[in-house]
């Protein structure tokens, strides 16, 4: 069974950098896309972007100045750091796998998600 | 980006009744090439981060009730559960993944009446 799991700061200070990573076990991180996806609290869900295993990445466009993913093959981990945080960046960040080892694709595997507040 | 509404934005049914969601998105997620709507739909509990339920606008998910169907093509879809259950009451949310950025609907709260 796959699981995900999500780690990092639980608080980040406005205009600093938030930084996460997606510890992936049971599986291999090989031959798979994987994306970070948030919700704020109380609200909808927001796709971040992709990463494949072959360090590949697609950014959302509303995002795209601020992220950067990174994976470790090695650790089976992937990455996520977000620039010049502000308060609307607070929201849990999920991290999950594309279920057929497309680009596009939706999520079968999702990590249980970590809260991170951005404030001053 | 294609937009993604759904409707109502929460409903309440009553147990053994049918539940029905709506999902219209801004342009059509059908790729003609293999004729597949590329249309998800998951489930969300408090608490939890969302389970996938339908993809390819009506293939379930190993594991998913076969209350649960999928229905629609192009623009128009819809989440049917025939027969609603206690354990169904969460924010249901669809999702385009024909295009990037991948975005979904702003989710439907389903209560029991």
């Known amino acids: 069974q796959v699981q995900l799991q999500e780690s990092g700061p639980g608080l980040v200070k406005s205009s600093e950098t938030l930084s996460l990573t997606c510890t992936v076990s049971?599986?291999?991180?090989?031959?798979?896309?994987w994306s970070w996806i948030r919700q704020p609290p109380g609200k909808g869900l927001e796709w971040i972007g992709y990463?494949?295993?072959?360090?590949?990445?697609n950014y959302n466009p509303s995002l795209q100045s601020r992220v950067t993913m990174s994976v470790d093959t090695s650790r089976n981990q992937f990455s996520l750091k977000l620039t010049s945080v502000t308060a609307a960046d607070t929201a849990v960040y999920y991290c999950?796998?594309?279920?057929?080892?497309?680009?596009?694709?939706?999520?079968?595997?999702w990590g249980q998600g970590t809260l991170v507040t951005a404030s001053s | 980006d294609i937009v993604m509404t759904q409707s109502p934005d929460s409903l309440a049914v009553s147990l053994g009744e049918r539940a029905t969601i709506d999902c219209k998105s801004s342009?059509?997620?059908?790729?003609?090439?293999?004729?597949?709507?590329?249309l998800a739909w998951y489930q969300q509990k408090p608490g939890q981060p969302p389970k996938l339920l339908i993809y390819?606008?009506?293939t379930r998910e190993s594991g998913v009730p076969d209350r649960f169907r999928g229905s629609g093509s192009g623009t128009d879809f819809t989440l049917t559960i025939s027969s609603l259950q206690a354990e169904d009451v969460a924010v249901y949310f669809c999702?385009?993944?024909?295009?990037?950025?991948?975005?979904f609907g702003q989710g439907t709260k389903l209560e029991i009446k």
């Open positions: 999950a796998r594309h279920k057929t080892g497309s680009a596009w694709d939706f999520f079968d595997y």
């Open positions: 049971g599986g291999s991180i090989s031959d798979y896309y």
């Open positions: 990463i494949f295993y072959s360090g590949s990445t």
């Open positions: 342009q059509s997620v059908l790729y003609s090439s293999n004729n597949k709507n590329y």
């Open positions: 390819w606008a009506s």
């Open positions: 999702q385009q993944y024909y295009t990037t950025p991948y975005t």
